[in-house]
C-alpha cells in the first residue's frame, strides 16, 4: 500500500503530515506500518483501514530505540509537583527540561508553593509566590526543542490557594507563561459555595515555618472572574476536581492520588505517571454510509477495542526502559495506565444522519461508550489472566467504584474478579488534533468546526481572491449528493458555532460517563457570547458530571487557530501588486520612532508609513551603546521592510515577530531591572513597538479626515518584472521554452496540456 492510496489522492496535507512528522528517513508506507505496528498483524490492519492510530509519540518514534535515538513512546506526564524550597523547583524544571527531551508533554501543579508575601529565612525575607516560578517553567519549555516542535506544558492550582486570583490574572498579559496552558482546580466545597452565593476559605499552611496564610472570599466572586478571564482570553481552564478524583477504577485505591493532569487536561496522572494514547475512528465503523440503510457495526467496534487494548499494553512495555526519569519508569510500572479513546465522532453521526446533541444522537454514543468501557476492561482482565494484575490491584477496591460498577456488564464482573486487571486506568479522550487531520475527519468528541473555510489565492492580476475549502465530509457528501451550496446540506450537517452549546456538554457528559480518565474539551462559543452565559456554561458542565472544560469565543485577545470569520483588514503597501513587485518608497512618508530596552540595552525603532493609508514601508533598527548585534539588528529591519513593500500586512508581521518566543537575556533583565519593553525578546519588542506606531497614525489618518475632504489615494509606485517575461498562470513563476512548449519548472505547468 502507498501513503497516496491510504490517504486519498487528493488529501495533500495529510500526505504532508505523515511525511513531515511521522516518517521516517524516507520509509516507504508499508515499512512504517509495520514498525509502528510492532509486529501485531491485527492492529496493522486497523490502521491500514484508518479505524485506529496510536497517539503521535507512537507513530513517530516506535522502533526508533532501536537505532540509538532518546525518545519516548508516551504523549503525557505529570512530574512531581515542587515542593516550598529553591531547590525542589528547580529541579522540577530539571524534570520538565528531561522529558521534553525525549518528547514528552508534561503537567505540573503549583498548589504546594507557598503564597505571595509568605516569610521565608533568606535574604528576600519574603516569597514572590507560587505564580512567580511558572515563568521559570514556560522558559524550560520553550527552550528545549522536539524535532521542529517546542514542549506542551500543563500548569495547575488548587482554587483554595491564597495566590489563587493572581494565577488567572497571570495570562491577560499576552507576553507572559506564554509557553504553558492554565488550569484551576476547583473542588466541590467551592462550588456548593459558588451556588448558595456563600464564602469560602483560602487558606495556605507553610510546613517550614507553620505559618498560616488565609482569608474569606465570596466564592460566586471568584468563579465569576474565572469566567470573565476565560471570556476574554480563552484560559484559564476549570479542573472539577472530585470528579476527576472520584470517577475512575482508582477512586477507592487510599495508595493512589493524581498530582496534576497532562496539557490538554485529558489525562489526571500521579506524580511521575505517564500515559500512552491510541484513538479509534468512529466513522469507520459506519456502514451503508449516507443511506437509509446506514448503521454502526457494533460487533466490528468491539473486537477492535480489544485489540487496541491489547497493542497499547504491548507498546507500554517496550515503551518502559524509554522514560526519561527512574520515577516514570516506576509509576508507569505501578500502574500500568494506558489512555484509549476516540476520533471522528462527528463524522460518524453525518454519515449516519443523525443531529450532534439531539437525543438519538446521545443515545448512540450512550451504547457505544458503555460497550468501549466494558470491552476495555475485559479486554485488560484478559491480559491480566496472561500476564498478570498491575502490582496495585485489589479486586475489592476496583470492583466497588461507581465508575466500574456503571460500565460493566456481568461477565465483565466476572472476568475482573477472577484474573484482575492489567491496567488501572483504560480510556481517555485527546484532541487528536494532528491525527484527525491528516485522516480528514472529526477530532476528538468535537462536532466539525465550519462546513468550509475561506482561502486565499493570488491571481495573474495581483488581486486577492478567495474560495471556500470545504470540510473533508461536507465534500464528500456534496460531491456524492451533487449538492452546489452548502446552504442546502441536511439538518445534520451540525457546526460548532450553529450547535446549541448546552447540546455540546451534553455529548461530552454522556461520554464522560463512560471515560475513567477525562476528556480534552473546547466549547467553541461566538463572539457576541458574553461573561454572564460563559460563567453560566461552567455551571451547567459542572452540573453534567464534567471533569474539565474549557470556552473559547471566538474573536477573544487569545487568538484562535481556526475562524471562519473575516474582518477589516489592515491596509497594505500597494495593494493590488502582481506577484514579485515592491512598492517604492517616496519622500512623503509619515515616519515615527521609539527607543526600547531588551536584554541586551536599547534599541532604536524607526518606522515610516504611507501618509494617504497608514500602511507600514519600511523599518530601521539600530542598537544603543549596549543593544545587542547591530547586523543582526539591520537584517531584521530589511526583511520587515521587504515584507511590507511587498504587500504583506502589519498585522502579519507582527504575528510572526512576537511567535520567536522568549530570551533568557531578556528574562534576566525583566526580572531584575524591570525596565524592558513590552514582550519577551528583541523581534516581539519590535512588533510591539510598530503595532503602537502603526495604531498612532490610524489615529491621526482618522482625525485627518474627519476635518479635511477625502482625496483620492495616488497609485503607488513599483518595481516590476521585465515585461517579456513570461509568467505560470498556477503559481506565477517564470515559463521556460522547452521542448517545443511552454513549461514551469516550479509547478509542472505546461501549455501543451
Same mark, same amino acid.
Given at each position: 500500500? @502507498?501513503?497516496?492510496?491510504?490517504?486519498? $489522492?487528493?488529501?495533500?496535507?495529510?500526505?504532508?503530515?505523515? #511525511?513531515?512528522?511521522?516518517?521516517?528517513?524516507?520509509?516507504?508506507?508499508?515499512?512504517?506500518?509495520?514498525?509502528?505496528?510492532?509486529?501485531?498483524?491485527?492492529?496493522?490492519?486497523?490502521?491500514? @483501514?484508518?479505524?485506529?492510530?496510536?497517539?503521535?509519540?507512537?507513530?513517530?518514534?516506535?522502533?526508533?530505540?532501536?537505532?540509538?535515538? #532518546?525518545?519516548?513512546?508516551?504523549?503525557?506526564?505529570?512530574?512531581?509537583?515542587?515542593?516550598?524550597?529553591?531547590?525542589?523547583?528547580?529541579? +522540577?524544571?530539571?524534570?520538565? %527540561?528531561?522529558?521534553?527531551?525525549?518528547?514528552?508533554?508534561?503537567?505540573?501543579?503549583?498548589?504546594?508553593?507557598?503564597?505571595?508575601?509568605?516569610?521565608?529565612?533568606?535574604?528576600?525575607?519574603?516569597?514572590?509566590?507560587?505564580?512567580?516560578?511558572?515563568?521559570?517553567?514556560?522558559?524550560?519549555?520553550?527552550?528545549?526543542?522536539?524535532?521542529?516542535?517546542?514542549?506542551?506544558?500543563?500548569?495547575?492550582?488548587?482554587?483554595?490557594?491564597?495566590?489563587?486570583?493572581?494565577?488567572?490574572?497571570?495570562?491577560?498579559?499576552?507576553?507572559?507563561?506564554?509557553?504553558?496552558?492554565?488550569? /484551576?482546580?476547583?473542588?466541590?466545597?467551592?462550588?456548593?459555595?459558588?451556588?448558595?452565593?456563600?464564602?469560602?476559605?483560602?487558606?495556605?499552611?507553610?510546613? =517550614?515555618?507553620? @505559618?498560616?496564610?488565609?482569608?474569606?472570599?465570596? =466564592?460566586?466572586?471568584?468563579?465569576?472572574?474565572?469566567?470573565?478571564?476565560?471570556?476574554?482570553?480563552?484560559?484559564?481552564?476549570?479542573?472539577?476536581?472530585?470528579?476527576?478524583?472520584?470517577?475512575?477504577?482508582?477512586?477507592?485505591?487510599?495508595?493512589?492520588?493524581?498530582?496534576?493532569?497532562?496539557?490538554? =487536561?485529558?489525562?489526571?496522572?500521579?506524580?511521575?505517571?505517564?500515559?500512552?494514547?491510541?484513538?479509534?475512528?468512529?466513522?469507520?465503523?459506519?456502514?451503508?454510509?449516507?443511506?437509509?440503510?446506514?448503521?454502526?457495526?457494533?460487533?466490528?467496534?468491539?473486537?477492535?477495542?480489544?485489540?487496541?487494548?491489547?497493542?497499547?499494553?504491548?507498546?507500554?512495555?517496550?515503551?518502559?526502559?524509554?522514560?526519561?526519569?527512574?520515577?516514570?519508569?516506576?509509576?508507569?510500572?505501578?500502574?500500568?495506565?494506558?489512555?484509549?479513546?476516540?476520533?471522528?465522532?462527528?463524522?460518524?453521526?453525518?454519515?449516519?444522519?443523525?443531529?450532534?446533541?439531539?437525543?438519538?444522537?446521545?443515545?448512540? +454514543?450512550?451504547?457505544?461508550?458503555?460497550?468501549?468501557?466494558?470491552?476495555?476492561?475485559?479486554?485488560?482482565?484478559?491480559?491480566?489472566?496472561?500476564?498478570?494484575?498491575?502490582?496495585?490491584?485489589? %479486586?475489592?477496591?476496583?470492583?466497588?467504584?461507581?465508575?466500574?460498577?456503571?460500565?460493566?456488564?456481568?461477565?465483565?464482573?466476572?472476568?475482573?474478579?477472577?484474573?484482575?486487571?492489567?491496567?488501572?486506568?483504560?480510556?481517555?479522550?485527546?484532541?487528536?488534533?494532528?491525527?484527525?487531520?491528516?485522516?480528514?475527519?472529526?477530532?476528538?468528541?468535537?462536532?466539525?468546526?465550519?462546513?468550509?473555510?475561506?482561502?486565499?489565492?493570488?491571481?495573474?492580476?495581483?488581486?486577492?481572491?478567495?474560495?471556500?475549502?470545504?470540510?473533508?465530509?461536507?465534500?464528500?457528501?456534496?460531491?456524492?449528493?451533487?449538492?452546489?451550496?452548502?446552504?442546502?446540506?441536511?439538518?445534520?450537517?451540525?457546526?460548532?458555532?450553529?450547535?446549541?452549546?448546552?447540546?455540546?456538554?451534553?455529548?461530552?457528559?454522556?461520554?464522560?460517563?463512560?471515560?475513567?480518565?477525562?476528556?480534552?474539551?473546547?466549547?467553541?462559543?461566538?463572539?457576541?457570547?458574553?461573561?454572564?452565559?460563559?460563567?453560566?456554561?461552567?455551571?451547567?458542565?459542572?452540573?453534567?458530571?464534567?471533569?474539565?472544560?474549557?470556552?473559547?469565543?471566538?474573536?477573544?485577545?487569545?487568538?484562535?487557530?481556526?475562524?471562519?470569520?473575516?474582518?477589516?483588514?489592515?491596509?497594505?503597501?500597494?495593494?493590488?501588486?502582481?506577484?514579485?513587485?515592491?512598492?517604492?518608497?517616496?519622500?512623503?512618508?509619515?515616519? #515615527?520612532?521609539?527607543?526600547?530596552?531588551?536584554?541586551?540595552?536599547?534599541?532604536?525603532?524607526?518606522?515610516?508609513?504611507?501618509?494617504?493609508?497608514? =500602511?507600514?514601508?519600511?523599518?530601521?533598527?539600530?542598537?544603543?551603546?549596549?543593544?545587542?548585534?547591530?547586523?543582526?539588528?539591520?537584517?531584521?529591519?530589511?526583511?520587515?521592510?521587504?515584507?511590507?513593500?511587498?504587500?504583506?500586512?502589519?498585522?502579519?508581521?507582527?504575528?510572526?515577530?512576537?511567535?520567536?518566543?522568549?530570551?533568557?537575556?531578556?528574562? /534576566?533583565?525583566?526580572?531584575?531591572?524591570?525596565?524592558?519593553?513590552?514582550?519577551?525578546?528583541?523581534?516581539?519588542? /519590535?512588533?510591539?513597538?510598530?503595532?503602537?506606531?502603526?495604531?498612532?497614525?490610524? $489615529?491621526?489618518?482618522?482625525?485627518?479626515?474627519?476635518?479635511?475632504?477625502?482625496?483620492?489615494?495616488?497609485?503607488?509606485?513599483?518595481?516590476?518584472?521585465?515585461?517579456?517575461?513570461?509568467?505560470?498562470?498556477?503559481?506565477?513563476?517564470?515559463?521556460?521554452?522547452?521542448?517545443?512548449?511552454?513549461?514551469?519548472?516550479?509547478?509542472?505547468?505546461?501549455?501543451?496540456?
Amino acid at each position: 500500500m @502507498q501513503v497516496e492510496e491510504w490517504l486519498g $489522492q487528493d488529501n495533500q496535507l495529510g500526505m504532508d503530515i505523515w #511525511k513531515n512528522k511521522y516518517q521516517n528517513n524516507g520509509e516507504s508506507f508499508d515499512q512504517w506500518l509495520d514498525r509502528i505496528s510492532g509486529g501485531n498483524k491485527a492492529i496493522r490492519e486497523l490502521i491500514a @483501514q484508518k479505524k485506529f492510530l496510536f497517539g503521535g509519540r507512537i507513530l513517530s518514534n516506535r522502533g526508533l530505540e532501536n537505532m540509538g535515538r #532518546k525518545v519516548s513512546l508516551s504523549n503525557c506526564y505529570v512530574v512531581n509537583p515542587p515542593e516550598d524550597n529553591i531547590e525542589s523547583i528547580f529541579d +522540577c524544571a530539571k524534570k520538565l %527540561a528531561r522529558t521534553y527531551s525525549y518528547g514528552g508533554g508534561c503537567g505540573v501543579d503549583i498548589s504546594g508553593l507557598a503564597p505571595h508575601g509568605a516569610k521565608i529565612n533568606n535574604a528576600a525575607k519574603e516569597t514572590s509566590g507560587a505564580v512567580s516560578f511558572m515563568e521559570l517553567f514556560s522558559l524550560v519549555t520553550e527552550l528545549i526543542g522536539q524535532n521542529g516542535r517546542r514542549g506542551a506544558l500543563m500548569i495547575s492550582i488548587d482554587c483554595s490557594h491564597p495566590d489563587v486570583e493572581e494565577f488567572i490574572d497571570l495570562k491577560t498579559d499576552l507576553n507572559k507563561v506564554t509557553k504553558a496552558n492554565i488550569s /484551576v482546580r476547583i473542588d466541590e466545597k467551592f462550588m456548593e459555595a459558588v451556588k448558595e452565593n456563600g464564602t469560602y476559605r483560602l487558606h495556605y499552611t507553610r510546613e =517550614a515555618t507553620g @505559618q498560616v496564610i488565609e482569608r474569606e472570599i465570596k =466564592a460566586r466572586d471568584l468563579f465569576h472572574h474565572i469566567a470573565e478571564v476565560n471570556w476574554d482570553y480563552a484560559e484559564p481552564g476549570a479542573l472539577f476536581w472530585d470528579r476527576v478524583k472520584g470517577w475512575n477504577l482508582l477512586s477507592n485505591t487510599p495508595e493512589f492520588s493524581f498530582a496534576g493532569v497532562n496539557p490538554c =487536561a485529558e489525562e489526571p496522572l500521579p506524580a511521575g505517571g505517564s500515559c500512552l494514547l491510541g484513538s479509534l475512528n468512529l466513522s469507520g465503523f459506519v456502514k451503508d454510509p449516507f443511506t437509509p440503510q446506514a448503521s454502526f457495526d457494533f460487533e466490528g467496534f468491539r473486537k477492535a477495542v480489544t485489540v487496541a487494548v491489547g497493542a497499547l499494553n504491548e507498546v507500554l512495555e517496550e515503551g518502559l526502559p524509554l522514560h526519561p526519569l527512574p520515577e516514570q519508569r516506576e509509576r508507569v510500572s505501578l500502574w500500568r495506565q494506558i489512555g484509549l479513546g476516540i476520533m471522528g465522532l462527528a463524522d460518524m453521526l453525518i454519515k449516519l444522519g443523525l443531529v450532534y446533541g439531539e437525543e438519538e444522537a446521545l443515545e448512540l +454514543c450512550d451504547r457505544i461508550g458503555f460497550i468501549m468501557a466494558d470491552t476495555a476492561i475485559a479486554a485488560s482482565a484478559m491480559l491480566a489472566k496472561e500476564q498478570g494484575a498491575y502490582p496495585g490491584f485489589v %479486586a475489592e477496591q476496583v470492583i466497588s467504584t461507581p465508575y466500574f460498577e456503571a460500565n460493566t456488564s456481568e461477565a465483565t464482573v466476572e472476568l475482573v474478579k477472577k484474573y484482575g486487571l492489567r491496567n488501572s486506568q483504560l480510556l481517555t479522550i485527546a484532541p487528536t488534533g494532528t491525527l484527525s487531520t491528516m485522516l480528514g475527519i472529526s477530532g476528538g468528541i468535537e462536532p466539525i468546526y465550519a462546513n468550509y473555510y475561506e482561502r486565499k489565492t493570488e491571481s495573474l492580476h495581483g488581486t486577492d481572491v478567495y474560495y471556500r475549502v470545504y470540510t473533508k465530509i461536507v465534500e464528500q457528501y456534496m460531491r456524492e449528493f451533487h449538492v452546489e451550496d452548502d446552504r442546502d446540506l441536511p439538518e445534520f450537517f451540525t457546526t460548532a458555532m450553529t450547535l446549541d452549546y448546552h447540546q455540546r456538554i451534553n455529548m461530552q457528559s454522556i461520554w464522560q460517563t463512560h471515560v475513567d480518565a477525562s476528556i480534552s474539551s473546547t466549547v467553541n462559543v461566538p463572539n457576541h457570547f458574553t461573561v454572564e452565559e460563559t460563567e453560566n456554561l461552567y455551571l451547567y458542565a459542572y452540573e453534567k458530571g464534567l471533569k474539565g472544560i474549557t470556552i473559547f469565543r471566538d474573536g477573544c485577545q487569545r487568538t484562535g487557530v481556526l475562524s471562519t470569520e473575516t474582518g477589516p483588514k489592515p491596509p497594505v503597501a500597494g495593494d493590488g501588486l502582481k506577484r514579485g513587485e515592491i512598492v517604492l518608497v517616496t519622500d512623503d512618508v509619515v515616519g #515615527k520612532k521609539r527607543k526600547l530596552i531588551t536584554g541586551c540595552g536599547s534599541l532604536h525603532c524607526i518606522a515610516l508609513f504611507d501618509p494617504h493609508t497608514g =500602511a507600514l514601508l519600511e523599518t530601521y533598527l539600530s542598537k544603543g551603546s549596549t543593544g545587542g548585534c547591530n547586523n543582526f539588528m539591520i537584517g531584521l529591519s530589511r526583511m520587515i521592510s521587504i515584507s511590507a513593500r511587498g504587500g504583506i500586512d502589519i498585522d502579519t508581521i507582527i504575528d510572526q515577530l512576537n511567535s520567536t518566543g522568549s530570551c533568557p537575556s531578556y528574562t /534576566v533583565r525583566r526580572a531584575t531591572q524591570k525596565d524592558t519593553s513590552k514582550g519577551s525578546c528583541c523581534p516581539m519588542a /519590535v512588533g510591539n513597538a510598530l503595532r503602537d506606531m502603526y495604531n498612532e497614525v490610524q $489615529q491621526e489618518l482618522a482625525a485627518k479626515k474627519a476635518t479635511n475632504p477625502p482625496t483620492k489615494i495616488p497609485k503607488p509606485k513599483a518595481v516590476s518584472r521585465p515585461k517579456d517575461r513570461m509568467i505560470c498562470p498556477e503559481c506565477g513563476e517564470p515559463l521556460v521554452f522547452e521542448g517545443g512548449c511552454n513549461i514551469c519548472k516550479s509547478c509542472g505547468w505546461s501549455k501543451c496540456f
